[in-house]
């Protein structure tokens, strides 16, 4: 999906950069509205999202970040911030999968019932060519969550419900996971996709006046 820009208030030296979220996930939108940003284009990054052969957890949703920034900020000719994120959902060293199907959902709850699990979400901005007074930035939020035991029907009841599709690990933080999870300690917004304050960070320290 990508959506017509709109018109930022100038900026010293011309107009004010586009904000680009390199996603299409309602979710991370959402996230951006909260702090009061409404991207100018939405660009999903069209990469291979293949773990590496025993690639770590926290290495691989950097690598995912960068290179879904790198990929947009290709496709622009615009001067532009790019903000791409991904998140990964691990158990150990293991990397869980995005639930596509039901059956890959299931097999990830029923590993995350009754265990501590970790989520990284890395978030990274990135300035196109032609916006040569950006900088770019990285961070990687870690966060602990702790699902509580999951009998098979409420498996089942999470599966029926539906909102695991296309989410890393199987569930929802926002979902109707959320009943069963006994503890989150870290970033909340981070496990929905996107951590608030790590982006409001990165985008203060942009020329413009991106946040207050």
């Not at 409404?38 to 949703?61: F, S």
């Not at 419900?161 to 979902?175: C, H, S, V």
């Amino acid at each position: 999906m990508v959506t017509e820009p709109s018109q930022h208030d100038a900026d010293v030296g011309g107009a004010h950069p586009l904000l680009v979220l390199a996603s299409a996930s309602a979710r991370r939108i959402d996230l951006l509205r909260q702090i009061g940003l409404e991207p100018d284009l939405i660009r999903p990054a069209d990469i291979d999202e293949t773990p590496r052969r025993n690639e770590l957890p926290r290495l691989y949703a950097q690598r995912m970040a960068d290179e879904k920034a790198a990929a947009v900020t290709s496709t622009l000719s615009e001067a532009a911030l790019v903000i791409a994120a991904d998140t990964v959902v691990a158990l150990g060293r293991r990397i869980l999968p995005k639930a596509e199907d039901r059956d890959t959902a299931r097999h990830c709850l029923e590993l995350l019932s009754g265990r501590r699990h970790t989520v990284l979400t890395s978030v990274v901005v990135a300035p196109t060519p032609a916006w040569n007074k950006g900088r770019h930035g990285r961070r990687l939020v870690e966060t602990t969550v702790t699902f509580a035991r999951l009998s098979p029907s409420q498996i089942e009841a999470l599966l029926d419900a539906g909102d695991w599709a296309g989410k890393a690990g199987g569930y929802a933080l926002q979902g109707h996971a959320a009943g069963h999870i006994r503890f989150v300690s870290g970033s909340a917004s981070a496990v929905i996709g996107l951590p608030l304050f790590e982006t409001g960070q990165l985008l203060r320290g942009q020329p413009g006046g991106w946040l207050a």
